[in-house]
């Protein structure tokens, strides 16, 4: 399945190999076994790269909407002639099931028909001015060079994200995807090889995360950085990039609050908190991480919830019955019993699940799913990002207590309440201090809005026109006339 491409890094519109013995393995988290290795390119690559995307800029950027619209949908309608072998490969490399991997690449196909669409509708502005004797235009521009770093949590669907609007916008860009998961950013880069993507409008880098993103920090050519990932990673990003003074797009991390209101559709809510909570295994950074019930419903609330996590099967995500995958690695399953053990330590009770999970011929990354109650402030997992299958749950009474509580963290990316009565949808949705709030909605992504966090959750949109506008510069033309 993994050809020689595997082994090079796209530049320049060729697959180069860089250095037989400069690769990287890449493993299936739910055998722990490796799958091929990829090359490990480092500053010198990242150079290039730039200069060849550098190179590509003002041919691509010159290009009618239209003609980028058309590379686009071409692009678009490629993926989803392969979706089902796309999704193997990111059920290989990342561990979530196949029937997820399906909807992920489905979805990354359709940023590409999203923006494939939007490419032809760049709008400009007709301001009137307030002196007779002047015109002014507003015209919208490609910021330039972008370089696009991506995680391992969404392989595939994080870089069409970044890179349909970015090429819509007339950019050209060198992308960095994850160390975990370079196969499936292979697949699109051949993809849109195959769609006709003319020489160096996105190159590929994978290899040294350290010294291929401080050369897209530190080299002025670059002029926009767009990052899904850690918070922490999120702030170096920032600090580097200071210098040149470059726009930063960010999806950082998230510390998703459910609310789950008296009035709510227990059994609508409570399939739809698992969906939120166990989907990818919980590595979302908007998956819920933190459930407040109400005290008269918490526990017919609690039963419904065991009810329905007990038929979620653990497995090889290959496997067609498999509903929970592997983590993505050790240190995530050791995060994971990290936070359940403090929660236990200081009093949590399991109501469900509680341990790592073994079964023959499959790795050590699995980790039961769990539910907590009892669950207090002070412990770990009420203020740090889990990332993995546990849902600590808290009652609530009063309404204005439970939004001080969800509110209570430096995250501000997602939240979810559960009711059925509008006026507390409304009112609740507009106190929430976060750039997404789902009400009896737990998949608030989509390619026609945007998705975007506040506070230390990061800057910037993803999806809908938004997107688009990040990867735009505004220039205003003045005309002063006779
Ligand atoms: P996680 O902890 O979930 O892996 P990270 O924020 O570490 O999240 O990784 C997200 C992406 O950022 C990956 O592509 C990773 O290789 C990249 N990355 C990590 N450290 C750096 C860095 N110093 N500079 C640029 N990219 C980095």
Redesign the pocket.
């Known amino acids: 399945m993994f050809n020689a491409y595997t082994k090079s890094i796209f530049i320049n519109g060729s697959w180069q190999e860089i250095n037989e013995n400069a690769t990287e393995t890449v493993y299936n988290p739910a055998t722990g076994s490796p799958i091929t290795s990829v090359a490990y390119a480092g500053a010198k690559e990242t150079d290039q790269a730039i200069a060849a995307a550098l190179q590509a800029f003002p041919m691509w950027s010159e290009k009618t909407g239209r003609e980028r619209s058309t590379f686009l949908y071409k692009a678009y309608q490629l993926m989803l002639e392969e979706v089902e072998r796309l999704a193997e490969i990111v059920t290989m490399e990342q561990g979530k099931p196949l029937r997820e991997a399906m909807d992920e690449v489905k979805g990354a196909a359709q940023f590409l028909l999203w923006y494939a669409e939007e490419a032809s509708r760049n709008y400009g502005e007709w301001l009137p001015s307030s002196l007779k004797s002047k015109r002014m235009v507003v015209v919208p521009q490609p910021v330039g060079v972008v370089g696009a ?4 949590n969404f392989p595939s669907s994080m870089i069409t994200r970044k890179l349909a609007p970015a090429l819509a916008a007339g950019c050209t860009a060198v992308l ?4 975990e998961t370079p196969l499936s950013a292979i697949e699109i880069i051949k993809i849109f090889a195959r769609a006709g993507m003319p020489n160096g409008v996105v190159n590929l880098v994978t290899g040294d ?2 010294a ?3 050369q897209l920090l530190t080299n002025k050519d670059v002029r926009l950085i767009t ?1 899904t ?2 918070t922490a ?1 999120g702030k ?2 920032m600090r580097e990039s200071a210098e040149h003074v470059k726009k930063l797009s960010l999806e950082l991390g998230g510390h998703a609050p459910g609310i789950v209101f008296p009035d709510a559709d227990l059994n609508k809510a409570a399939s739809l908190v698992l969906a939120s909570k166990f989907r990818n295994n919980g590595q979302t950074c908007i998956c819920t991480n933190r459930l407040f019930v109400h005290e008269s419903v918490v526990s017919d609330f609690v039963q419904l919830l065991k009810h329905n996590i007990a038929n979620l099967k653990l497995g090889n995500g290959l496997e067609k019955e498999t509903d929970i995958g592997p983590l993505i690695n050790q240190q995530a399953c050791e995060k994971v019993a990290a936070h359940v053990h403090n929660a236990i330590e200081k009093g949590a009770v399991t109501e469900y699940g509680g341990q790592r999970w073994h079964q023959q011929g499959l790795s050590e990354y699995y980790f039961e799913p769990t539910i907590l109650s009892n669950v207090t402030d002070d412990m770990k997992i009420m203020h740090e990002e889990t990332f993995g299958p546990v849902l600590p749950i808290q009652t609530f009474s009063d309404e204005t207590e439970v939004i001080a509580k969800a509110n209570d963290t430096d995250y501000g990316l997602a939240a979810y309440i559960f009711t059925e009565n509008t006026s507390i949808a409304i009112r609740v949705s507009e106190k929430l201090d976060y750039g997404i709030v789902g009400v009896n909605d737990v998949f608030p992504a989509s390619p026609e809005a945007p998705f975007g966090g506040i506070k230390q959750s990061g800057l910037g949109k993803e999806g809908g026109h938004h997107g688009m506008d990040e990867f735009m510069e505004k220039k205003l033309i003045s005309f002063g006339i006779k």
């Open positions: 770093i991506t995680p391992w960095k995807p994850a160390p995360a350290q291929i993103g401080h990052f990932g850690s990673v170096h990003l």
